[in-house]
């Protein structure tokens, strides 16, 4: 057998060995999420088994308590519930998700309570830090299992805030911010208990999302179209959709915020996130970029309309 017999042997081989890889790998990334989570969400909820008081403290206006709920399915959520020290009466509230690594401390950005219970939580299992693409391999599966949960999570705080008597049963909303807002339509979807549900600064078609913000970083449309499109899927973004979840919401109201000169989202996601929801719905357009932890002033204008308008709908 000559070189050139041998050489195109071994390279068939590699071929092959290279192919079995690259299948292992795809079933190791994408066999988790290849079904829907959707009708697990109420049984990983499960019931609240122990709920532990972490942290108490208060200033001028409000009072904080860090609480740790446990269910029986083994879902642990850290929850921030914010209080005025001086309410009275059974009050609003809003259940709120923010960034990831905001987590149950976004209650404590809002600058003025105006009179409601504000409770943020963290995403279950997801611990501090960003994660780096080196990790993004092999830290994969607890990525998935940070997105199956925490609709489950969100509706694991829903029955502890349902069971407290200073909370108001017919004003119970639903506030995802950035991030956020791409999971909140799904638990708003599954319990009636919401009566109102807000998508600040959001939008559709978290692959589209993905694309925009990685064409920053590489000017390549191929790649990032590429990149997103392996990377949504294999995070279970598609089980998420807001397009396909926020039309369930309906009869309820569904007030979308967004920001005219919002730099991580894509316009055209943007208004498909819009034109989804389903009447009774309100469209609410800011000025201003993206929200992050660190624009005060965002945040206080996000805040006038969001929480002004919790506390006034109370009044009525």
């Keep these: 057998m000559n070189v050139i017999s041998r050489l195109s042997i071994y390279l068939r081989r590699l071929v092959l060995w290279i192919f079995?890889?690259?299948?292992?790998?795809?079933?190791?990334?994408?066999?988790p999420v290849i079904l829907s989570p959707e009708n697990d969400y109420l049984d990983r909820k499960g019931t609240i088994r122990t709920v532990i008081k972490t942290k108490q403290w208060q200033n001028k206006a409000s009072?904080?308590?860090e609480l740790s709920l446990r269910s029986d399915s083994g879902l642990k959520v850290e929850l921030l519930v914010r209080q005025p020290i001086n309410k009275s009466g059974k009050l609003p509230v809003a259940l709120l998700l923010g960034g990831v690594n905001t987590g149950h401390n976004a209650c404590k950005l809002i600058p003025d309570l105006h009179n409601i219970i504000c409770a943020s939580l963290s995403y279950p299992g997801f611990t501090s830090g960003k994660y780096k693409e080196v990790e993004f391999f092999y830290r994969i599966h607890e990525v998935?299992?940070?997105?199956?949960?925490?609709?489950?999570?969100?509706?694991?705080?829903?029955d502890y805030l349902a069971a407290q008597p200073y909370i108001d049963q017919k004003h119970v909303e639903l506030v995802g911010v950035s991030l956020?807002?791409?999971?909140?339509?799904?638990?708003?979807?599954?319990?009636?208990r919401i009566s109102r549900v807000w998508l600040v600064q959001g939008a559709a078609e978290p692959g589209e999302v993905i694309k925009h913000n990685f064409l920053k970083r590489i000017n390549s449309d191929v790649l990032a179209m590429v990149f997103s499109k392996?990377?949504?899927?294999?995070?279970?973004?598609?089980?998420?959709?807001?397009?396909?979840w926020v039309p369930r919401i309906a009869p309820r109201q569904v007030i979308i915020i967004n920001a005219k000169n919002d730099e991580a989202l894509p316009a055209a996601s943007v208004k498909i996130l819009h034109d989804a929801a389903k009447q009774p719905k309100e469209i609410i357009w800011t000025h201003g970029d993206h929200v992050t932890p660190g624009r005060k002033e965002i945040i206080q204008q996000l805040s006038?309309?969001?929480?002004?308008?919790?506390a006034t709908t109370n009044k009525r």
């Design 144 to 158: 998935q299992q940070i997105i199956k949960d925490t609709p489950s999570a969100l509706l694991l705080a829903l």
């Design 63 to 65: 009072q904080y308590e």
């Design 180 to 192: 956020g807002a791409f999971f909140v339509s799904v638990p708003a979807s599954l319990d009636q």
């Design 304 to 310: 006038d309309i969001v929480i002004k308008r919790i």
């Design 230 to 244: 392996l990377t949504a899927y294999a995070i279970g973004s598609q089980h998420i959709l807001p397009e396909e």
């Design 20 to 31: 079995i890889l690259i299948i292992f790998i795809s079933i190791y990334i994408y066999y």
